[in-house]
């Protein structure tokens, strides 16, 4: 081992409850940044699963005036045969189609304002599963062609339970006044306050009816093998399947604040390490003073015997880098100790056993971590640059010592 | 040529309001294989120029050449370089470092050096058995004797083949055994290894064994005896 190591190593250990407590306190520090990149990372991977892979999907195609104005005219249109034409695109995984409308929503004795969202149910499995959340009855495929479920916020206003009617008014797209009669095939409750008091599910074709648009949807929905080729498929659904006069969108593009907040995990991760290492860093930056302060006379012997003013300082370093080592084996074994129980049995984050929703999509409530290797060689790095930066102070002093002053010292 | 040479060399220091004139204009020539002792009461100076000689400290005046190189005009690097291959250093308080073991302080010189490994053993052998530590070396100092800490420290000094060895009052913390003995040791190493050695002290076993005697008062040299 060389000179200036073992010295550093030996130094390390002579005051031995410092050194322990500074590493105890920097493992702890990359332990709790492990469990808590564990964390973010499980929300945002749940989240971008949900609202990206289950909802917003990897590709929307919409009429181009669909974003600004969501008029019930701004349609697509050839629905069926675009979702053939996607279903036998490469890289595609699942399509989907979906109309939507605001209309009333009339039960026996009152009605309310409610928010009817026609798809097809097989589809809408490999999209946005409500299937396992419907609480009494069952989902609409097991029911009649013009079977709904409802909210079960609405189900409660509208008295109204599995085997009764519901019948939607509203505005079709010829002009006329759209009504159809639905059979309440099932409850369910998404996990989404606004969802569960407005949300009525039917099939596609029979909503298509009502509203006097056939074969049209306002949105079509490609989920992709891999997200991170959203963009390229993008470009292949819009050269072949939407063609030119349809907007065809990227997740990101479709809904930049959903971008935005997963991009955010980052700048979230980021203020986690400041915060954890700036404590830290003072951490050794006092061990590494007193360390200097306390040897200033054995630091004045090592430049009188000739040790180079840029050795004292490597000295100095290496000592505070060693820290770091210690600290990161031993904060990375309890970092991964605590994964391990955030990935097998997770956080359950519901609070008073309600679920945990998002921009109108339901989550589910326990959080499991996921451990990503940044999530583990970050803090490691952060942790032996800070130690190192922390040591840069004391470092200079050493190195600019006078042997004659410091060898007065007692 | 002089392997140490100083020319009106003046140290002040600040002391409150007023300066103590620690060096006054010392003119000091001392050649190659020489056994000096500056001898003096406390105060007169003698750390101050061993301190100035070795390069651990700058003249406010005057200039020192210690084997050819004018120290004033060296870097603090260069001064470092130049105390690690030309000087060795025995202080009063032994200054071992206590982390590594007798070996390792006698071998620290030439691991900073870059010796190969074979020479630093076969150089770390011959001068612990030469200062009589064979056995010892793996102990830290923490485990030896004043007198063997004493003994490290001289190892460590001469175990780079350095052209001067200045030792600052090397036997004030040893008994009078221990202290002859060592004073006998480097008194060896100077007759048989031709090492130049510059003692600062008061101890009268180190004037009766020097070759050179030079008395210092108030900063200035006194008398300047030479002996056979």
């Not at chain 1, 009494?136 to 029911?143: A, Q």
């Not at chain 1, 009649?144 to 916020?153: E, H, L, Q």
């Amino acid at each position: 081992m060389p000179i200036l190591l073992r010295i550093a190593w030996r130094n390390l250990w002579r005051q031995q409850r410092r050194t322990l407590l500074t590493v105890s306190a920097m493992a702890v520090g990359i332990g709790m940044c492990m469990a808590m990149f564990a964390i973010i990372d499980g929300v945002y991977a749940r989240m971008f699963d949900v609202l990206v892979g289950q909802a917003l999907g990897h590709v929307q195609v919409h009429n181009p005036a669909w974003p600004a104005d969501q008029q019930l005219y701004d349609t697509v249109p050839g629905v069926d045969e675009k979702l053939r034409a996607l279903d036998a695109l490469p890289g595609v995984k699942a399509a989907g189609a979906r109309l939507s409308c605001a209309g009333l929503a009339a039960g026996d004795q009152t009605s309310s304002g409610a928010f009817f969202l026609g798809v097809d149910p097989q589809r809408e499995d490999a999209l946005v599963s409500l299937r396992r959340r419907v609480v009494r009855g069952s989902w609409i495929d097991e029911g009649p062609p013009n079977a709904a479920v409802i909210g079960a916020g609405l189900a409660k206003e509208l008295e109204l339970e599995p085997g009764g009617e519901l019948v939607l008014i509203t505005q079709a797209a010829d002009g006329s006044i759209g009504n159809a009669l639905f059979t309440v095939v099932g409850v369910v409750e998404t996990g989404s306050a606004l969802r569960d008091r407005s949300g009525v599910w039917a099939r596609l074709p029979a909503l298509q009816e009502a509203l006097a648009l056939p074969d049209q949807a306002h949105e079509l929905i490609v989920l992709g093998t891999d997200i991170d080729g959203a963009d390229a498929l993008r470009d292949a659904v819009a050269a072949t399947v939407a063609g030119p006069a349809l907007l065809t969108r990227s997740w990101w593009q479709a809904s930049p604040p959903t971008a935005q907040m997963i991009n955010s995990q980052s700048v979230g991760k980021g203020m986690v390490m400041l915060i954890v290492f700036s404590v830290a860093g003072l951490g050794v930056l006092n061990t590494m003073l007193m360390n200097v302060f306390e040897r200033t006379r054995e630091l004045g012997v090592l430049k009188a015997i000739g040790m180079s003013p840029q050795r004292v300082m490597a000295l100095v370093l290496l000592e505070a880098g060693l820290i770091g080592v210690v600290s990161s084996a031993a904060g990375v074994t309890l970092g991964l100790l605590v994964d391990l129980y955030l990935v097998k049995v997770g956080v359950d984050m519901s609070a008073g056993g309600k679920g945990l929703s998002f921009g109108g999509v339901a989550f589910d409530p326990v959080i499991r971590g996921v451990v990503n290797p940044d999530g583990v060689w970050a803090p490691v790095v952060f942790v032996v640059v800070v130690s190192l930066l922390a040591a840069i102070w004391p470092g200079l002093r050493a190195a600019r010592l006078q042997p004659v002053d410091a060898m007065r010292q007692r | 040529m002089p392997i140490v040479s100083t020319r009106q060399l003046h140290r002040t220091y600040l002391q409150g309001e007023g300066e103590v004139h620690a060096l006054d204009g010392v003119d000091l020539d001392i050649e190659p294989g020489e056994f000096v002792a500056l001898m003096g009461a406390s105060g007169s100076g003698k750390t101050t120029l061993l301190n100035l000689i070795g390069g651990l400290d700058r003249p406010t005046r005057g200039e020192v050449q210690v084997d050819g190189h004018a120290l004033g005009a060296l870097s603090s690097g260069a001064l470092s370089r130049l105390r690690l291959d030309r000087i060795g250093f025995v202080f009063q308080a032994y200054n071992l470092i206590p982390v590594l073991s007798a070996r390792e302080n006698a071998e620290f010189v030439l691991l900073m050096r870059g010796v190969p490994a074979d020479e630093r053993r076969r150089r770390v052998d011959a001068t612990l058995a030469a200062v009589g530590l064979e056995g010892l070396g793996d102990r830290l100092p923490s485990a030896l004797s004043g007198g063997q800490q004493q003994r490290v420290a001289v190892a460590r000094a001469i175990a780079g083949a350095p052209a001067l060895v200045l030792a600052d009052e090397p036997t004030a913390n040893l008994d009078s055994r221990t202290g002859t003995e060592l004073v006998e040791m480097m008194r060896r190493l100077n007759t048989e290894q031709g090492i130049t050695f510059v003692f600062a002290t008061h101890d009268t076993k180190v004037e009766e064994r020097a070759r050179r005697v030079i008395w210092m008062e108030d900063g200035k040299v006194q008398r300047d005896e030479r002996r056979g």
